[in-house]
């Protein structure tokens, strides 16, 4: 079956002239797919039951339902969805007051290896479909109400540029979703949403043991590159730093950044770290942190601490994983 989850108006149009529906017909299932959040065909009411029994030999909504729910005591959710072609995937569910955010994974597993992230160390398995990432924002945006979305979950955005572009147009579009580019972070620069970097040590030789994407991406490079866009007024730029205690916390590697982001309108977000098996890398304690994030703001450069949520469902940053979901098999 094909999902109609992912096709935008144009394509829309093309299912509606083969089913013998009116034009407008595509103006109706973009309605019911992503404003109304529909999990089936049956819930198009206003299509005539006979569309809507030809449609479904050939076409069915896509939004597929999470195989397993945990529930964090800080009420973050984490939920396990299996993608179009059978795989699985992890997302996550983070509640804060009147805010509601969904962290999206774009890949099943991850290429780039980061030596701190237990995603990496799954290996890569495949691109997430256009319909595999708006049926996680479908289904949660219809449990839970989301205010925000972020697109970090499993996977590098930057190495499914295609669908995760399409997936932005769709989100963002009046005939989509029709949510402000304003409330999703993603990191890639093409796109109008809010721009997240993983920066994590601001030395050339320091960064590429921790991510190996540094050789193709040297973050020099990239923050040469950001200096031609501006940040001044709505859109957010912001690096994500994972402090380890001992490795990247030290008054020196605070100069550096400094000098790095010097002149750059941003933000800097420190991230602890959640302990992954086999590798032999610290959190820095809470008072490190402080003293990193201070020393940081006193000169000049904007920085928070971003409260770690999910960690007793291993929900928290560089935690999700689907390995042993695979190994079950």
Same mark, same amino acid.
């Given at each position: 079956m094909i999902p109609l989850l992912g096709h935008t108006l144009k394509e829309l149009e093309g299912v509606a002239a083969e089913l013998g529906m009116p034009r407008f017909g595509a103006k109706q299932m973009a309605q019911w797919l992503y404003r109304k959040n529909v999990r089936s065909v049956d819930e198009m009411t206003n299509l005539s039951k006979a569309v809507r029994e030809r449609m479904k030999e050939r076409y069915e909504v896509g939004v597929k339902e999470p195989l397993e729910r945990l529930i964090s005591v800080d009420g973050t959710e984490k939920y396990l969805f299996p993608t179009q072609n059978g795989r699985f995937i992890e997302s996550v569910y983070i509640p804060d007051r009147e805010r509601g955010t969904l962290c999206v994974s774009t890949q099943v597993g991850c290429k780039m290896n980061c030596l701190f992230c237990q995603t990496g160390k799954q290996g890569f398995e495949g691109n997430l479909e256009v319909a595999d990432m708006l049926s996680q924002v479908s289904w949660v945006h219809r449990e839970k109400g989301l205010t925000n979305l972020v697109f970090m979950g499993q996977g590098e955005p930057f190495d499914n540029l295609d669908n995760v572009m399409k997936t932005l147009e769709i989100l963002t579009s009046e005939e989509g979703f029709g949510w402000s580019p304003r409330r999703i972070t993603v990191s890639r620069e093409e796109s109008e949403c809010h721009l997240a970097i993983s920066l994590h040590s601001p030395i050339h030789e320091q960064r590429l043991q921790l991510m190996p994407a540094e050789r193709q991406f040297a973050i020099a490079d990239v923050v040469e590159l950001l200096r031609g866009y501006d940040f001044s007024h709505q859109r957010r730029l912001s690096f994500e730093y994972i402090v380890f205690k001992g490795v990247n916390d030290s008054q020196l590697h605070a100069k550096e950044l400094l000098k790095l982001l010097r002149g750059l309108d941003c933000r800097v977000n420190l991230i602890?770290?959640?302990?992954?098996?086999?590798?032999?890398?610290? *959190?820095?304690?809470?008072? *490190?942190?402080?003293?990193?994030?201070?020393?940081?703001?006193?000169?000049?450069?904007?920085?928070?601490?971003?409260?770690?949520?999910?960690?007793?469902?291993?929900?928290?940053? *560089?935690?999700?994983?689907?390995?042993?979901?695979?190994?079950?098999e």
């Open positions: 602890r770290f959640h302990q992954i098996p086999d590798v032999d890398l610290h *959190g820095t304690d809470d008072e *490190g942190m402080v003293r990193f994030r201070d020393y940081l703001t006193r000169h000049g450069l904007f920085t928070t601490i971003r409260a770690s949520r999910g960690q007793d469902i291993f929900a928290a940053c *560089g935690l999700l994983s689907t390995k042993q979901k695979k190994n079950e």
